[in-house]
């Protein structure tokens, strides 16, 4: 199963059993580690969320005219104040939109998926956008990688964000190890109202987690508020993520009223499967993952070893259907690269025994060559406009 990265034997553990056991207990869901295969209606429950209901996507619709497949097609799933968040833009109230990554490596495909989306609501929303890097959480997290390595996976990350295009006006990269004076403020106000009984139940951290990842949280829930500073008012904030984020979001929706702010409104995003099997695409098995530097023949070679759906033979294929939503390639192809209409018509024919697992591979091998291949055009042009893109106190655009 699928690891979003090796727990160093200083990593939280979620040390929840009775939690597990009452949901199955096969699988798991912290921001460091995601294991087995998600229920993601039992993560509602679990996380306390809710989901993304007809009548909130039509709200979309009848605001932006237009709702994102990933939206439509439920990759995004379950929400806090989305409803809300869109209610105060109705009446005027602009939303800032916030996300992130830690740059504990190269990004691939699944990372990507989210921040397409983020900028699909910055367009739509005329949304100013910031975008934290939280190189001390990966730093601090497991033992295995040097201030280093994480600079350079840093820099090349920022590549990355830029290249998705987001509006250079309203954009902010927040590297925390850098930016760290803006947040201070804000993380200490956050830090006094947080007991360790409580990041020790949210987050699962024991008696040998290193005190840096105890104390890390406030770092990622400061940029929720920081809108409301940069603005000198109260600000409402939308948090497009995956949701092994929530926890971070859950503990800083807790102390959102005690210091005067609204709650940061989510958006929770599934976990884009790897090529090896259903589960979160992990970078720490790259063989899994099709990474945006990746060359065409990596691309091609990493889709046709895929795991699919599919049965042994042919002719099993034939007679009993492959098994398309257990498929890597069929999700890739339906949040990516297929239309809803192209993707329903590859569901009943896998399923009905019409369709081989080597077209279907052919197709996404033909959609993602160039989508590497013109991505990476976009991170090489990245590299000269970095610095209108760092956070440093300017105002962002209106
Ligand atoms: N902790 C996140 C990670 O490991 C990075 C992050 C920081 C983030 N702030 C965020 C992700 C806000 C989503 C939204 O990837």
Not at 124 to 131: E, P
Not at 188 to 203: G, H, L
Not at 253 to 281: C, E, T
Not at 301 to 319: C, D, E, I, M
Request: one cysteine or more; a neutral charge.
């Amino acid at each position: 199963m699928s690891s979003k990265m090796e727990p160093g034997p200083d990593a939280p553990s979620d040390n929840n059993n009775d939690d597990d056991e009452k949901y199955g207990g096969d699988f798991k869901v912290t921001p460091w580690e995601v294991e087995g295969e998600v229920d993601y209606n039992r993560l509602v429950e679990k996380f306390g969320t809710q989901p993304i209901t007809q009548e909130l996507l039509q709200k979309v619709k009848g605001m932006v005219g237009e709702i994102h497949p990933m939206l439509k097609l439920g990759y995004f799933f379950s929400h806090r104040d989305f409803d809300w968040v869109l209610d105060k833009k109705d009446k005027g109230e602009n939303f800032y939109l916030y996300t992130g990554r830690g740059p504990s490596g190269m990004v691939h495909m699944g990372h990507v998926m989210p921040w397409i989306f983020t900028k699909y609501l910055q367009d739509k929303f005329d949304a100013k956008l910031l975008f934290q890097l939280t190189d001390d959480e990966k730093f601090l997290y497991g033992q295995d990688r040097t201030r280093e390595e994480i600079k350079k996976y840093t820099y090349e990350n920022i590549l990355d964000i830029i290249a998705i295009g987001f509006n250079p006006k309203k954009t902010r990269i927040i590297v925390d190890t850098k930016h760290i004076q803006h947040l201070y403020p804000l993380a200490t106000e956050i830090a006094k109202r947080i007991t360790f009984s409580t990041a020790k139940a949210v987050f699962g951290f024991n008696n040998s987690t290193n005190i840096g990842m105890i104390g890390f949280p406030p770092v990622q829930a400061a940029p929720c508020f920081l809108p409301s500073v940069i603005e000198g008012k109260n600000t409402p904030v939308l948090i497009p993520a995956a949701i092994d984020q929530d926890p971070y979001w859950r503990m800083t929706r807790d102390v959102a009223d005690r210091m005067g702010y609204y709650k940061p409104a989510q958006i929770h995003s599934k976990f884009l499967p790897g090529l090896g099997m259903l589960g979160k695409m992990s970078s720490s098995r790259p063989e899994t993952a099709i990474f945006t530097t990746d060359a065409p023949e990596v691309v091609e070679k990493k889709v046709v070893s895929a795991f699919t759906g599919g049965q042994p033979t042919v002719a099993l294929q034939r007679q009993l259907g492959g098994n398309a939503l257990g498929c890597p390639v069929f999700w890739y192809l339906r949040y990516f690269f297929d239309t809803e209409k192209q993707s329903d018509e590859r569901l009943l024919k896998c399923r009905s025994g019409n369709l081989l697992c080597g077209e279907c591979k052919s197709d996404l091998a033909k959609g993602a060559r160039p989508f590497v291949a013109e991505f990476q055009k976009r991170r090489e042009k990245a590299r000269d406009v970095i610095p209108m893109f760092m956070y440093d106190g300017r105002p962002l655009e209106e």
